[in-house]
């Protein structure tokens, strides 16, 4: 059984409509795909409509998280970090409402960023960013994208740096993002999952303490993406121990985005029995197998 549990659609910013990244998913040999596009549940029912028999949806979401300045953080601005959210109940309303605030933040960062990169002598356009995110939920890879269309970088990836628009890079915006306490309550609250996405994946930025990510279990974190391609083998090797010392669970998925990143669908992927216990944790929402429906309880 092959499950990958961390994939981006059109409705976010992959580059695969989600009808097209589920006939991938199944064309790719895997059995389970969690859709889990950036703070929106927007391409659900498109990848529902179109799911091929034989594989079963996970309905997610990647929420943006903050942890706020403090000591431990060792950072002025604090440290951004992904929570991953499963199977929780899209229509419950105080994790609604934190998406919205999120999603409609998007677009004034992105023109800024753009106004940034305009200042750094960048000949970007806000019209270049907007065509390249269509009818997806403006974000830094489509600014990324746009980079690599102009010649200013290689890659996608080597957009994200504190030469351009990584994390505190001379062209990145704060955007506003959940503290990822209050993230887990949320999630929890709506019934769902909450893993932590890609925790120690450095080549991204500043990363939380262990410490931290201890705390995080300790207000009802369910688990950690160790397997990731942002995670060398002794980063798993040291997630898998921590993992095990605070009883989390542990996932593998691709964090596939299409053609915006070389991850190929089920790169990485989730053991059944770590799958079936999200599975039975969950009260917001069912995995749907086959030929659509609804994921609600």
């Not at 950036?38 to 498109?46: E, L, S």
């Not at 994208?145 to 001379?170: K, Y």
């Amino acid at each position: 059984m092959r499950i990958d549990l961390h994939t981006h659609s059109t409705a976010s910013d992959g580059t695969d409509t989600p009808a097209e990244l589920v006939r991938n998913a199944a064309a790719a040999g895997l059995d389970v795909v969690a859709l889990t596009d950036h703070d929106t549940v927007g391409g659900h029912r498109a990848a529902l409509a179109a799911l091929p028999p034989g594989l079963t949806l996970v309905t997610g979401a990647e929420l943006s998280c903050r942890l706020a300045p403090t000591g431990t953080a060792g950072a002025d601005d604090g440290v951004s970090l992904h929570m991953l959210a499963y199977l929780f109940d899209p229509e419950e309303p105080e994790l609604a409402r934190e998406r919205e605030l999120v999603r409609d933040d998007r677009e004034p960062r992105a023109r800024k960023m753009v106004a940034r990169l305009q200042e750094l002598g960048v000949p970007i356009t806000w019209e270049q960013v907007a065509r390249i995110a269509a009818d997806g939920a403006v974000g830094r890879p489509h600014v990324a994208s746009a980079l690599v269309e102009l010649g200013v970088v290689p890659t996608v990836s080597d957009a994200f740096t504190a030469d351009w628009i990584g994390t505190g890079g001379r062209a990145d915006v704060r955007k506003h993002e959940l503290d990822p306490f209050e993230a887990i309550r949320l999630v929890k609250g709506a019934g769902g999952v909450a893993v932590f996405a890609h925790p120690l994946a450095v080549k991204r930025g500043r990363c939380v303490p262990e410490s931290v990510i201890a705390e995080l279990a300790a207000a009802g974190l369910d688990g950690v993406e160790v397997d990731h391609m942002d995670h060398d083998a002794p980063t798993r090797a040291r997630l898998r121990g921590l993992a095990a010392d605070l009883g989390l669970l542990t996932t593998g998925s691709s964090d596939y985005h299409g053609s915006r990143k070389t991850c190929r669908l089920g790169e990485y992927t989730t053991d059944p029995e770590v799958y079936g216990e999200i599975v039975r944790r969950a009260t917001g929402a069912f995995p749907v197998p086959g030929t659509g429906g609804s994921a609600l309880r």
